[in-house]
T-cell receptor
Framework: QQPVQSPQAVILREGEDAVINCSSSKALYSVHWYRQKHGEAPVFLMILLKGGEQKGHDKISASFNEKKQQSSLYLTASQLSYSGTYFCGTGRGGSEKLVFGKGMKLTVNP | DAGVIQSPRHEVTEMGQEVTLRCKPISGHDYLFWYRQTMMRGLELLIYFNNNVPIDDSGMPEDRFSAKMPNASFSTLKIQPSEPRDSAVYFC??????????????FGPGTRLTVL
């Protein structure tokens, strides 16, 4: 079952913040976040495995709620290089399969 | 170290022709994934292998699609016969065994397939 990502697209000015949500109707084993720039391959950002977990590096962080049905990616003080499409990929226990959401297109302007 | 290598990078073919996409995973990685990306459907998993053995092919659209992994350093995705609706970007990704579900996948640059 494909996770639902929201919003679908956001336009920011450099320095502004953004939040990307990823929701599932069923409890998840894991959530993976990737960023894809136009014409390129998806690039890994981070993985969350535990309910209530929060992770981050630099100015990008993510959380996984206690029920493990929703994850959010937080982009703080956005930079031009943050532009791209952000995908969440969700995993269920017992399988290495990831199901990706349709993505959120982020545009950061000067 | 080289990343995941895919060839060709672009393929244009006519409906009915056979198409073969190739992938070389990162050395030492024991999982290999084939994805298809379109605007309408997003990024979809087609099939994945573990130690060269197909584990889940439930995403393969139909019998026209087949995938093989004859050894740890090579995999192919074949479409025969190809149809215009197969036009998409096909990605190969690999990863190591580790914490279940907890390892990042490394994606190749993709093959852009156009079927006329």
């Amino acid at each position: 079952q494909q996770p639902v990502q929201s919003p679908q697209a956001v336009i920011l000015r450099e320095g502004e913040d953004a939040v990307i949500n990823c929701s599932s109707s069923k409890a998840l084993y894991s959530v993976h976040w990737y960023r894809q720039k136009h014409g390129e391959a998806p690039v890994f950002l981070m993985i969350l495995l535990k309910g209530g977990e929060q992770k981050g590096h630099d100015k990008i962080s993510a959380s996984f709620n206690e029920k493990k049905q929703q994850s959010s990616l937080y982009l703080t003080a956005s930079q031009l290089s943050y532009s791209g499409t952000y995908f969440c990929g969700t995993g269920r226990g017992g399988s290495e399969k990831l199901v990706f959401g349709k993505g959120m297109k982020l545009t950061v302007n000067p | 170290d080289a990343g995941v290598i895919q060839s060709p990078r672009h393929e244009v073919t006519e409906m009915g022709q056979e198409v073969t996409l190739r992938c070389k995973p990162i050395s030492g990685h024991d999982y290999l994934f084939w994805y298809r990306q379109t605007m309408m459907r997003g990024l979809e998993l087609l099939i994945y292998f573990n130690n060269n053995v197909p584990i889940d092919d439930s995403g393969m659209p139909e019998d026209r699609f087949s995938a093989k992994m004859p050894n740890a350093s090579f995999s192919t995705l074949k479409i025969q016969p190809s149809e215009p609706r197969d036009s998409a970007v096909y990605f190969c990704a690999s990863r190591t065994t580790g914490l279940a579900g907890g390892n990042e996948q490394f994606f190749g640059p993709g093959t852009r397939l156009t079927v006329l």
